[in-house]
Every structure is written in C-alpha cells, then in structure tokens.
C-alpha cells in the first residue's frame, strides 16, 4: 500500500493506494478561499497553512500506517515553500516508519490520473489493460500548465507541445479577472458561457497553423482587454454571457485543433484529458469527440482528481519505477526519468 502526499501550491492532499482495490482512502483540503482575497496564490500563506494541514490530515491515516508499505511524494513542479511541507513529512514519515520514499513529478501524475478509474474497475488486469492503450496522448490543462505529452510503451514521456506563453487555466482566470470576476475564474466563465452566443464575439486563436504544435493564450487575454475598453460597465454586464461563451470557445478551439493535429501526425492509441481545466464540460465533450472520432478511446480524469489531490500522486508511484525523494528535480517533463 501506498500513502502520497501533495502540497505543491495550494491543496494539501494525502491518499492510500492498495494496487489489488485501488484508492483505499484520500483527503484534500484547500486553500482557494483563502487566496481568493489576493487573487491568487500566496506561497507564504500557503506554505503556512500546509504546515497545520498536514498533520490534521495524517492523522485520518494514522490506523493505515502498519499496512503502509512505501511513500510517496510530490517532488515538483510547484512552489517551492510548499512543496516543502510534503517533503519534509514525507521524510519524517519514511524514518519513523522506515518505509521507503518515493519522490514523484506533478504533471507525470496529471497524465497517469486519467487511468485511475479504468485501473478501479480491474485492478488485477490494468497493466495489461494499459499496455494495450499505449502510447497515450495525455492533454494536461492547468492553473499553471499547457502540455501535449506523449507517453511511450516504456512509460517514458514526451512533450509534443506546450503553450508558449500563458497556461490555458491562466488564460480562464486572467480572462475572469478583467471580466470583474473572482480567482479563479475558469468555473465561473464555464457558468457564465453556458447562457452565452459563441458567435457574439470573436476572439483570436494563438498559433492557428496546423503544421505548428505550439499553443500561445496571451493574445486572446489582450483581445479581451481591448474589446473591454470598447464597453461601458453596464454594456460588460448585459453581454457578461456572451463574452464569456466567445473567450471559452477560443480557448478550447485551440486546444482541439492542437490536440488533433498531434493526433494526426503520429499513431497513439488511446487518449487522455487531465489537470484543473479538465473539469470544462465543454472541454471534456469537444476533446472525446476528437478522439472518437479517430477511433481513439478517451479517458477523462474523474472532476475529484482533475485539480490537485494525493490519489495521482499514490498511483504515480506505483506505475512508474522507483527513484529516490532526493534526486534533483527535472527541469520538465521531456526527460525520461524526472
Ligand atoms: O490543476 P489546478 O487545480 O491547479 C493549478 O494548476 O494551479 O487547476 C486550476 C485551474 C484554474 O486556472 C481554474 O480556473 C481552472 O483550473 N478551472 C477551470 C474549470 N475549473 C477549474 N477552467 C475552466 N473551466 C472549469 N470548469
């Protein structure tokens, strides 16, 4: 059994995975309404409340702990003070325990989260369930992070596109925050399109060339700035659904066409859509269409694991080889071994 902890920006996370029944158990407590007053992540604050989190959470784990046989961390990306937090109960836990620690990437956990479901529903046949869906197109769509990864036979992963600028949830929150609502965004401006005409206002789409993979969102933010100075406050308000339905459309137009052009140019065999963004409705619809259409099975993070929790991070560690806490951490993902 493995129990991971998470703590790499503003949820601090633990969760047990029992590789013969799947997520055993699994906590998250956030902090957004806390940075919501800011308007976004304060790495001190957050830290500090990692700090009085954690131990409140372990302790729900506490009569799970003699069944423990590894631990699991999220080494990075992330803030670092938080990140902190983790690391440092996780090495208190693996001395006290003498359990081994293991130290796992974020985002490789984003990519593998997709198979959690799939894995929950037999967990006996999943490797070779797995083998079977290999390689895979992970989408990963975050606060912080825009990534088209490809993950190989061996389990290696690559990055086949990234976006050059702004993550795409940035893009929703920066989006939201010239539109008067609060951080983060993104559910809001998903609540406020679902009312909205798509076709009312236009905004650009990055890099539309097919031939490039490359993904950029910080034109649109600014288109929206300028078609805001266009209106009065009154004006904003009365086309609040519109603008909204407009500035989500060009986000997942783009992320569509980029997702298929990677399919279209190299053979995968099946799909799948991680990362807070994932929890778009629209989004999820539009990339499974994309993907059944290619004859490509899709699998969807379940909305509990799309933003940050502990579950990704146990069963991260349990479907990649094992590499100690302390490693340095990757500079990206474009390594085979983070
Ligand atoms: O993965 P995540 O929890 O954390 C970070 O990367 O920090 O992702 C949070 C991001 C935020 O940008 C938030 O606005 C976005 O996910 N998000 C959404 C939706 N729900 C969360 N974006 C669009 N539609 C949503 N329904």
Request: proline share 7%; net charge neutral.
């Amino acid at each position: 059994m493995i129990l991971a902890i998470e703590s790499s920006c503003d949820e601090s996370a633990l969760a047990l995975f029992d590789p013969a029944r799947g997520i055993v158990r699994e906590l998250v407590s956030t902090q957004a309404a806390e940075h919501e007053k800011y308007g976004g992540v304060v790495p001190e604050l957050a830290s500090r409340m990692h700090l009085s989190a954690l131990p409140w959470l372990l302790e729900e784990f506490r009569g799970d702990l003699p069944a423990v046989t590894r631990l699991a961390v999220t080494r990075g990306p992330g803030l670092l003070p938080c990140l902190s937090m983790g690391v440092t109960l996780g090495r208190a836990l693996a001395l006290a325990t003498g359990r081994p620690l293991v130290g796992v990437n974020h985002l490789r956990a984003h990519v593998h989260s997709v198979f959690l479901p799939r894995h929950a529903q037999d967990p006996a046949g999943f490797l070779a369930a797995r083998a079977a869906l290999l390689p895979h197109l992970g989408i990963v769509i975050s606060g912080g992070n825009t990534l088209l990864v490809r993950l190989g036979e061996d389990l290696s992963m690559q990055v086949v596109a990234r976006t050059v600028d702004d993550a795409a949830g940035e893009a929703f929150d920066k989006g939201a925050k010239l539109l008067g609502l609060p951080y983060p965004g993104g559910a809001l401006i998903e609540r406020h399109a679902a009312q909205g005409d798509v076709g009312k206002f236009a905004f650009p789409r990055g890099i539309p060339e097919k031939a490039d993979l490359r993904l950029s969102f910080s034109g649109l933010k600014t288109a929206l700035r300028y078609q805001l100075e266009k209106m009065d406050d009154a004006q904003v308000q009365a086309a609040l659904p519109d603008l909204c339905a407009g500035y989500q459309h060009a986000i997942i137009e783009q992320l569509v066409a980029k997702a298929g052009a990677a399919l279209d140019r190299s053979s995968y065999r099946s799909v799948g859509l991680s990362g807070g963004v994932a929890n778009n409705r629209t989004l999820r619809q539009r990339l499974t269409n994309a993907s059944v259409q290619r004859g490509l099975p899709m699998f969807l993070a379940e909305p509990k694991h799309c933003g940050d929790n502990a579950a990704m991070i146990a069963f991260a560690a349990w479907s990649e080889p094992d590499r100690p806490a302390d490693a340095a951490p990757a500079p990206s993902l474009t390594v085979d071994q983070p």
